[in-house]
């Protein structure tokens, strides 16, 4: 029996770090290629193994925790959807506009509206699913009806 590491074990644990600091410094200018090198990979390789073990490439996993943020900021209701873009580390409006939309299934700004108390009378289980982030663009366009 070797002393030497499992590599595939000493990968999960790389990309382990790499999830780590995205939970964690999310807010701050995050890239692949700054990532990679954070964990001494090559960006391609990384974002395949990462895709591999948690679904969704580094990127997409950034975006969907800048989101999870976002949706925990409009709901405290003293922040525009501007203000929560850049706060969660989001340099355009558009691009965090779409991605919010895609996943929470509805804009910013109507999310923002249903947190305010325009959602009042909504059973919870029905706003507890509504404000449930949704990850892998499963959102369907039906879900908009509900803004």
């Known amino acids: 029996m070797s002393d030497r590491p499992d590599p595939h074990l ?10 780590d600091r995205i939970d964690r410094d999310y807010a701050q ?20 193994e990462f895709r591999a073990a948690y679904g969704e490439s580094p990127y997409s996993y950034l975006m969907t ?11 405290r209701g003293d922040m525009s959807v501007t203000d929560t873009c850049f706060a969660v580390g989001c340099s355009s409006l558009g691009t965090f506009s779409t991605r919010f939309s895609e996943l929470v299934g509805m804009s ?3 999310y923002r509206r249903l947190a305010a108390g325009e959602g009042n009378g909504i059973p919870a289980c029905v ?21």
């Open 108 to 110: 910013p700004s109507a």
């Open 10 to 19: 000493r990968e999960l644990v790389l990309l382990r770090r790499v999830r």
């Open 127 to 147: 706003a507890k699913q509504i404000r449930r982030p949704i990850r892998n663009r499963e959102a369907g366009p039906t879900r908009t009806d509900l803004a």
């Open 29 to 48: 200018p995050l890239d692949v290629e700054a990532l990679a090198r954070g964990v001494h990979l090559s960006a391609g390789h990384l974002s395949r």
């Open 65 to 75: 925790r800048r989101i999870e943020r976002a949706m925990t900021l409009l709901l």
